[in-house]
């Protein structure tokens, strides 16, 4: 490669790899030398396969021989690899990727007499834009005030696991509560008081939670949490531990301190029980009970 060309392709933001047709590198950039740690000079010449067994499988095998044989063009998109080459990322924009997001595009160099002898691959990091489109999916699904999920994650989640309930006959509970007498301590102590129990009562709950479980925030002070691999008795348990950690201290902020208790009910789903609708509908009614009882309170649907 003379000098300029080199330059051009030393300097841009991609990783670019020549390899001939038994797959020897002919050409590793410098991008490829700072992301792989690997020298131009140790890798060019030797098969790439040696230093990236990853890739030799069938599927890309398959698309270089294509590129060779036909002169056609491949891209490799992350949303289908996420990465050809296991690089380390510089950076995942707060999101944590244990490897380097990648977008890939594989084409053919031909010489004087349009016979194709090489291929280039050309290498693009894409970590960035990835986490980037992670977090602003992840906004569209979460309630602003609390960070918990919303309404319409936790209906579509719902759906998702009663199907799957439908399908295998996994265990599913639903657990609702809301927060006792959330009108009084919002009149009483301020709006910013009332925002900052919703928070606190939300980070006390999604501690007791597993990675599985969806919490969700159903509408005002009422939050939804579901269950899923998991049967009554079990649902039953983890609601009063709710009841007892967001009863067990004061809530102090801004001057203005008190004690909150929260209400909860919960249905565990069975072949009673039609749609999603069912389901809420039974474990809001014994929420209504655990209220109609005293409060602070679990209580739940009789089947």
């Known amino acids: 490669m003379n000098k300029i060309p080199e330059q ?79 690089f380390r990322p510089v950076s995942s924009f707060g999101l944590q990727f244990d490897y380097m997001q990648q977008s890939c595009s594989i084409f053919p160099i031909r010489n004087g007499n349009e016979k194709i002898e090489h291929i280039c691959i050309a290498v693009r990091d894409v970590t960035e834009i990835v986490a980037y489109e992670h977090k602003l999916l992840d906004a569209t699904r979460r309630d602003y005030l609390t960070g918990s999920f919303n309404r319409k994650y936790l209906e579509d989640k719902l759906r998702e696991e009663f199907e799957r309930h439908r399908r295998y006959g996994a265990p599913l509970c639903l657990i609702i509560f809301d927060i006792d007498d959330f009108k009084l301590v919002n009149d009483s102590c301020g709006h910013l008081y009332g925002d900052f129990v919703l928070r606190e009562v939300v980070a006390k709950v999604e501690s007791g939670l597993r990675t599985t479980d969806i919490l969700a925030r159903y509408g005002g002070e009422e939050f939804c949490c579901i269950l899923p691999e998991t049967g009554l008795k079990s649902a039953i348990e983890v609601a009063e531990r709710f009841r007892e950690s967001i009863a067990s201290e004061e809530y102090n902020f801004h001057g203005h301190s008190r004690k909150i208790t929260v209400s909860l009910g919960v249905a565990a789903l069975d072949k009673t029980i039609a749609n999603t609708d069912m389901l809420l509908k039974k474990a809001d009614d014994a929420l209504y009970t655990a209220k109609r009882e005293g409060k602070n309170k679990v209580r739940f649907a009789d089947h």
């Not at 890798?43 to 990853?54: K, R």
């Not at 095998?61 to 080459?85: D, E, M, T, V």
Request: one cysteine or more; proline letters at 4%; aromatic letters at 18%.
């Open 8 to 86: 051009i392709c030393n300097s841009i933001n991609l990783g670019l790899v020549i390899l001939d047709a038994e797959f020897k590198v002919h050409y590793w950039n410098q991008w490829m030398e700072m992301n792989s740690g690997i020298p131009a000079g140790d890798i060019t010449g030797s098969v790439l396969f040696d230093y990236f067994p990853n890739l030799n499988d069938r599927k890309f095998l398959r698309n270089c021989k294509s590129i060779f044989a036909f002169g056609n063009f491949c891209f490799l998109s992350q949303k289908l690899h996420h990465y050809i080459f296991p």
